[in-house]
């Protein structure tokens, strides 16, 4: 069984910054892809930033210059530093990793719980 725990979520002011962690545990093989999406009320979730194992990066255009993703292949966790945030960046922050559990297993995609952002003005 796989699991993914976030942390770092909370309430900031306008301006400020926050970082996410999540980490990946149980009967994991491989880690490719790790990422960081959101779902504001009555939106749909959307991409916030993405991660391969090779470390290469890609983020929505509403964080370029604010958010950066990060991971720690050793611990099976990634990061997301959130700087400059604004009240539009409130939402429920989900973590996503692509992994296989096994050699020769499919690939799927497992998910964290979420943990809430709000951001004041």
């Known amino acids: 069984q796989v699991q993914l725990v976030e942390s770092g979520g909370g309430l900031v002011q306008a301006g400020g910054s926050l970082r996410l962690s999540c980490a990946a545990s149980?009967?994991?093989?491989?880690?490719?892809?790790m990422g960081w999406y959101r779902q504001a009320p009555g939106m749909q979730r959307e991409l916030v930033a993405v991660?391969?194992?090779?470390?290469?990066?890609n983020y929505a255009d509403s964080v370029k210059g604010r958010f950066t993703i990060s991971r720690d292949n050793a611990k099976n966790t990634v990061y997301l530093q959130m700087n400059s945030l604004k009240p539009e960046d409130t939402a429920v922050y989900y973590c996503?990793?692509?992994?296989?559990?096994?050699?020769?297993?499919?690939?799927?995609?497992?998910w964290g719980q979420g943990t809430q952002v709000t951001v004041s003005s």
């Open positions: 149980g009967r994991i093989f491989s880690i490719n892809a």
């Open positions: 996503n990793a692509d992994l296989l559990i096994c050699v020769g297993c499919n690939e799927y995609g497992y």
């Open positions: 991660i391969t194992s090779g470390g290469s990066t």
